[in-house]
């Protein structure tokens, strides 16, 4: 089975400033998807930007960048210009060929913007 | 376009009762998907539907029972609630044939206790 882990059970930034959350994953697949999703106090998630395995630019998404390193298989997201309103529970999602249509998700890392 | 809609969003059963979660999406997606979230344990599959009157199962099955008699429409049932049956319980669903590429677009969640 796929893992996913996200060490950071908790992080908090100052507003405007930048943070970077780490994932890390473990895998034999070659044809896989990363993906960074947002969970606000609403509860409901939303995606945040995702990567496909087989490109090497990391992908963006305005202020959201990652830090694609597939050989060690780790999986960044990167905030710039932190705002109030990304304050939430970030979790890190793997999706890969062999394991068909089920993700796996990490822990998660519960964000706090500080004004 | 509401997207998707989870019915209802709060639930308390007592052990060995039954009931059934409803989710609803109006995207015309042909994949669906229920997760539970767990503290400490982010989200894991239960079971998903790959089309119309199609299922399988996911990481955690056991307890659960699932049906996809129209494509917009994705219920879980748990036939006899169990204390560790209490989570949060979220569906999501998919466009795409290659479905471990594709965003999932997550419902609102149901909070489930089970005294």
């Known amino acids: 089975a796929q893992t996913v882990t996200q060490s950071q059970p908790e992080m908090s930034v100052q507003e405007a400033e930048t943070v970077t959350l780490s994932c890390t994953y473990d895998?034999?697949?070659?044809?896989?998807?990363l993906f960074w999703y947002k969970q606000p106090p609403s509860r409901q998630m939303i995606l945040v930007i995702r990567q496909e395995a087989y490109k090497q630019q990391n992908a963006t998404e305005n202020r959201f960048s990652v830090n694609f390193q597939k050989a060690a298989k780790s999986f960044s997201l990167k905030i710039s210009d932190s705002q109030l309103g990304d304050a939430a529970m970030y979790f890190c999602?793997?999706?890969?060929?062999?394991?068909?249509?089920?993700?796996?998700f990490g822990t998660g890392t519960s964000l706090t913007v500080i004004p | 376009n509401a997207g998707v809609t989870q019915t209802p969003k709060f639930r308390v059963l007592k052990t060995g009762q039954s009931m059934t979660l409803l989710c609803a999406q109006d995207m015309n997606h042909e994949y669906m998907y229920w997760y539970r979230q767990d503290p400490g344990m982010g989200l894991r599959l239960i079971h998903y539907s790959v089309g119309e009157g199609t299922t399988a199962k996911g990481e955690v099955p056991d307890g659960y029972n699932v049906s996809r008699l129209k494509k917009q429409n994705f219920l879980l049932g748990l036939e006899s609630a169990a204390p560790s049956q209490t989570s949060v319980y979220f569906c999501?669903?998919?466009?795409?044939?290659?479905?471990?590429?594709?965003?999932?677009?997550f419902g609102p969640g149901t909070r489930l206790t089970v005294l």
């Open positions: 999602a793997f999706g890969g060929s062999n394991t068909g249509n089920q993700f796996y």
């Open positions: 999501a669903s998919s466009y795409s044939g290659r479905g471990w590429t594709d965003t999932q677009y």
């Open positions: 895998t034999s697949e070659s044809d896989y998807y």
